[in-house]
């Protein structure tokens, strides 16, 4: 008799665990892509960035997966400063934590604007607070790093 009233609850509990909302799935359509750096704030404060930072790009994957890649100007070209690997996991409508592989987490959130959506990419090193904003690229351009 345990067993009959057990398994029928346990069943509707995997299930609702394995299937997501459908604006659970919408939400991360948004959201998986390529995304290049526009602005970026240190304590509300626009931070000027160089032609190169401007190519600093975002790739966010299906799998749960994100690729960061940041360029400097070296020379007369912009080369690759670093690339950072990192899990975002879905949070809430338009929101999203990011795991660093140092044990640190962001969050990213993405807000619906007139002409396209933005992403705010959120970190915080004690009193600093960063906010990055990126665009989506709809180029269909290769990333690469």
């Known amino acids: 008799m345990k067993w009959c009233v057990m398994y029928p609850i346990m069943m509707i509990v995997i299930v609702l665990h ?11 359509e948004k959201f998986i892509g390529n995304w290049t750096l526009k602005q970026t704030f240190l304590n509300e ?3 000027p960035l160089t032609s190169c930072e401007l190519t600093n790009t975002m790739r966010i994957a ?3 997966d994100m690729l960061l890649v940041s360029y400097d100007l070296q020379g007369n070209a912009c080369n690759v ?5 990192a899990h975002w996991t879905y949070l809430r409508e338009g929101n999203y934590r990011i795991d660093m592989p140092t044990k640190e987490s962001s969050f990213i959130e993405i807000i619906e604007t ?8 959120r970190t915080q090193v004690e009193e600093v607070v960063t906010k990055h904003i990126y665009t989506k690229d709809e180029s269909n351009r290769r990333f690469i790093p």
């Open 18 to 28: 394995a299937c997501k909302s459908d604006q659970e799935a919408i939400q991360e």
């Open 45 to 47: 404060f626009e931070k």
């Open 62 to 64: 299906a799998d749960g």
């Open 114 to 121: 007139e002409t396209q959506p933005v992403l705010l990419y």
């Open 81 to 85: 400063q670093k690339i950072m690997t």
